[in-house]
């Protein structure tokens, strides 16, 4: 045989074998599209959790939480204090956070934590500094930082976000320019 004969014969056997295979592939997609119309079976799957097992709740826009930031580092500044300012949601994400110039460098995670802390509880850190000397393990909780510093944000009585202060001198001016953040909220 030449080295054409082999050829040809190859290309005869290739064609063959790729006329089963597309012909095997298109009875295997028609018997797919077949079994997927009877009724009942591959259907999508839609579930309605009803109006009574839902819950709303409410965030902080983005502005806001800049604008809460901002008057609490405008506060600090005003005492020539240099601190970072963290607001979070009331899941704990972090929305803002401004470090102020010549904020140390403890003071981004430090705002974060008091912040988290804040909302977690629903209360002032400091007032929760207090606690701890009944339950010291709470100390123990991820996250959290229970030195004074971190206001809590609400609407309608439940908590919807945490403004954390860090980096003053002392934990009650790191609360006060919170509070200063959570008044430019209307709180």
């Known amino acids: 045989m030449s080295g054409k004969g082999v050829s040809a014969r190859n290309r005869i056997l ?4 790729a006329a089963v295979a597309v012909t095997a592939g298109v009875v295997g997609v028609v018997a797919s599209n077949a079994d997927s119309t009877e009724p009942g079976t591959k259907a999508p799957v839609v579930a309605d959790a009803g109006e009574a097992n839902l819950q709303q709740s409410t965030h902080l826009t983005v502005a806001a939480a800049t604008r809460a930031a901002q008057a609490a580092l405008d506060a600090a500044k005003q005492e020539n204090q240099r601190v970072s300012v963290a607001v979070v949601d009331r899941d704990g994400n972090t929305i803002v956070v401004l470090r102020g110039d010549g904020a140390g460098p403890q003071s981004f995670e430090s705002a974060r934590e008091k912040a988290f802390t804040a909302v977690s509880w629903n209360a002032p850190t400091s007032k929760l500094v207090e606690r701890l000397a009944s339950a010291p ?5 991820p996250g959290t930082l229970f030195l004074a510093g971190g206001a809590p944000v609400d ?5 919807i976000a945490g403004i954390g202060v860090a980096g003053a001198p002392s934990g009650d001016l790191d609360e006060k320019f919170a ?3 959570a008044a430019a909220l209307g709180h």
């Open 179 to 181: 509070q200063a953040g």
């Open 14 to 17: 290739a064609g063959g074998v």
């Open 137 to 141: 393990q709470l100390a123990d909780i």
């Open 155 to 159: 609407a309608k009585g439940a908590p």
